[in-house]
């Protein structure tokens, strides 16, 4: 039972490039968040999904896309890297919306 | 809209003293509340989860609070340890959605 997992561990990007950040869960949870953390700051809610084929968008959306195909996966796409994407993603997952379980996160760079 | 504010932003204290970690929110119509530790360059632990009908929840020397009515959380830390250092986040969980709204956090240094 691998919880949360999140790849790649870090990324650096140029502007322009696109990317995808991964997010498998294997307990079968309904829920599943995308988060950035910038430094000193809380985590802010980028989307969301509460089932498979279900997304809505966070407080911070743009510049990303997600899809949510099965309940494992739960994928972030950069289409277009931009500076100001520069930040740590955390995935959070839950069975129902009353706890999340965080991922590692994936620390990303853009230059 | 939902905010979060801990305070303070920082605090150092020396070993073995007992300290609170102050959190408010501004709207009390919450489901639940989360206290989360974060060690540098990792992920979030949970600590303590209170539902919005329980007034404080307790996990060894961790004890937290809720006052719904006046948006308040603390988390009172006993007999403080070095192992301790780290940045505690409060986020309130308000919606049926389940997103969490964090706090910018509290990074505790706990000097030995």
């Known amino acids: 039972n691998a919880g949360v997992t999140q790849t790649p561990k870090f990324r650096i990007l140029k502007i322009g490039q696109s990317m995808t950040l991964q997010c498998t869960q294997d307990?079968?949870?309904?829920?599943m968040y995308w988060y950035r953390q910038d430094p000193g700051m809380g985590l802010k809610l980028i989307y969301y999904s509460v089932g498979a084929g279900i997304t809505d968008k966070g407080e911070v959306p743009n510049g990303y896309n997600v899809s949510r195909s099965t309940t494992e996966d739960f994928p972030l796409r950069l289409e277009l890297a931009a500076p100001s994407q520069t930040s740590v993603y955390f995935c959070?997952?839950?069975?129902?919306?009353?706890?999340?379980?965080f991922g590692p996160g994936t620390r990303l760079l853009v230059l | 809209k939902q905010e979060v504010t801990q305070i303070p932003a920082a605090l150092s204290v020396p070993e073995g003293e007992n300290l609170v970690l102050n959190c408010s929110f501004t709207?009390?119509?919450?489901?639940?509340l989360q206290w989360f530790r974060q060690d540098p360059g990792k992920g979030l632990t949970s600590l303590l989860l209170i539902q919005s009908s329980q007034r404080e929840q307790t996990s060894g020397r961790l004890n937290a609070s809720l006052d719904k009515s006046s948006g308040r959380s603390t988390l009172y830390i006993a007999a403080s340890q070095p192992g301790d250092s780290a940045t505690y986040l409060c986020a309130v969980n308000g919606g049926s959605q389940g997103n969490l709204i964090f706090g910018k956090g509290t990074k505790l240094s706990v000097k030995p």
């Open positions: 307990m079968n949870h309904n829920y």
């Open positions: 959070g997952t839950g069975r129902t919306q009353e706890t999340q379980y």
């Open positions: 709207d009390s119509a919450i489901y639940n």
